[in-house]
């Protein structure tokens, strides 16, 4: 994929008053334009208007069960690693309606779907999280099994990728082969540039509607001195990790079901389900149903569930996943092994928000390493 560290490709300069064009182009062509903000202590994906809503000179701290926002004493818009909450949350919504009906004749009656929303136009997507979102493209991408809601929102939307200039306490994408390079999945990658005396984005195109839209934009040519600290920013991220994922043996975790390690796990996970809640791939589902009091008006709702609930195993008659050790092992091995049989790809993307989102600070690279490292540990 060119970009900037391809030299024959044209990168732009986009300054401050470049990317506000940016962002308003996207709104003029009807996409509902999401990027980072700040809400409760935290950045969040939500609605922007202009980079004024965005979260400049705001920095984080990662660890196992720790988040805390910083100053960066700079102006970067973009000096954050991930959000709590990713993408997966406007691409697979956490509550979804799949249909209302109504009684009607004796019978029911299947009501008209409510409109598509406007399309998306999403500013600040982290290679991590396009490489998340090409996961469960291939999740709900089956024809027979998929689900064509999330392909249609995603084919109608418009992915504004910004490459990591610095690493995350929790991530180990390198690791992954996912970031922080964004080599696909994007219509524009920028790379931020803050300084004290400049603020640029490098901007390429990624798609042929990238290319216009940036071409509309008249941004002058990033001089080469730029491009190079681009990228010897993006490699530093790279080198900068504290983490590492053994990506290859993560995948024999299926070998090791009876290992004394899942007890010891067992013993320290609270079967919470943040980790599955924040995972931007995991997309396991219940459905409800509801009812007004006069059984006149029917809804059935999708929502997120959790393979760390006792009801996810539920098989007639009991749970088959009854001790918590069984359900950390079920995530844990599907993600990183059975993941591989079913979609032909890693679950994990190295993001790190299982890990800054445990109460208990449980590592899931800590967790395949001490595994791998005893054996079959009977
Ligand atoms: S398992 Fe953890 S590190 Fe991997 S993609 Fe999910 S949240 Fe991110
Ligand atoms: S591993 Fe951590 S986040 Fe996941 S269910 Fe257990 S306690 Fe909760």
Request: aromatic fraction near 8%; charged fraction near 25%.
């Amino acid at each position: 994929m060119p970009g900037v560290d391809d030299p024959k490709t044209v990168t732009a300069a986009l300054d401050m008053a470049g990317l506000d064009a940016l962002i308003a182009a996207l709104a003029e062509r009807g996409y509902r334009v999401i990027g980072p903000m700040v809400a409760d202590d935290a950045v969040v994906y939500d609605e922007i208007a202009s980079s004024a809503d965005l979260p400049a000179g705001v920095g984080d701290e990662q660890d196992g069960g720790r988040y805390r926002l910083r100053a960066r004493g700079d102006g970067a818009l973009f000096g954050y690693t991930v959000a709590p909450q990713g993408w997966k949350r406007l691409l697979h919504p956490p509550r979804q309606k799949m249909f209302a009906a109504r009684r009607q004749d004796g019978g029911f009656a299947i009501l008209p779907p409510e409109p598509a929303a406007a399309p998306m136009a999403f500013l600040g997507v982290r290679a991590c999280e396009l490489a998340a979102i090409g996961i469960q493209s291939r999740v709900f991408g089956d024809e027979a099994a998929g689900d064509p809601g999330y392909r249609g929102r995603l084919a109608r939307s418009f992915v504004v990728a910004v490459e990591c200039a610095e690493a995350g306490g929790t991530c180990f994408c390198a690791s992954m082969g996912t970031g922080p390079q964004v080599e696909a999945g994007f219509d524009i990658r920028l790379v931020e540039l803050a300084g004290h005396d400049r603020h640029v984005f490098l901007a390429d195109a990624g798609s042929a509607k990238g290319a216009e839209m940036l071409s509309g934009l008249n941004a002058p040519p990033a001089p080469e001195a730029d491009r190079a600290e681009a990228r010897r920013r993006v490699s530093a991220a790279a080198g900068a990790m504290g983490r590492t994922m053994p990506a290859a043996t993560a995948r024999r975790l299926g070998e090791h079901a009876e290992h004394r390690r899942w007890a010891d796990i067992g013993k320290r996970c609270l079967s919470c389900g943040n980790c599955t809640m924040v995972c931007p791939t995991c997309f396991c589902t219940t459905v409800e149903d509801v009812t007004d009091l006069k059984g006149e008006h029917a809804e059935r709702w999708r929502t997120w569930d959790s393979c760390f609930s006792i009801d996810f195993s539920y098989i007639h008659g009991g749970a088959i996943r009854n001790e918590v050790r069984s359900r950390y092992r079920q995530w844990i091995t599907h993600k990183l092994s059975a993941w591989h049989e079913q979609f032909g790809t890693s679950g994990c993307v190295g993001c790190g928000r299982c890990i800054t989102w445990c109460p208990v600070g449980i590592d899931i690279t800590e967790e395949v390493q001490a595994i791998h490292a005893d054996g079959k540990g009977r």
